[in-house]
């Protein structure tokens, strides 16, 4: 229990820390946001768990693929609330559309053979 304690703890903070430097710098906020950082969290945290490589490669190749969905949301949140949206509304509209999206992904991968 200890160790998922810490696992949540650590990444907990992460997110802490990127919503206290958005108070500052947004931008750089979003840059830190950007970076794989849960990923490679989720990457070390499977890692030491299983050390199986396989499932390592799997998840990082499954991980792109659940990415591109989500990336139209960090244009319509904003488009949507430079129109005058509140941003509940728009964050609703965002996720919607992103659900959306990956039930798309979830139909079209079989189809394209893609390993999700």
Known sequence: MSYFALKAILSGILIAAISEIARRSPGFAALVASLP??????????????GDGARIASHAEATFWYVLPSLPMFLILPWLMRQGLGFWLSLGIGCAVTVGLYFLLLWLAPRLGLPI
Do not use: A, N, Q
Not at 37 to 50: H, P
């Open 37 to 50: 950082l849960v990923s490679i969290l989720g990457m070390i945290w499977l890692w030491r768990d299983t």
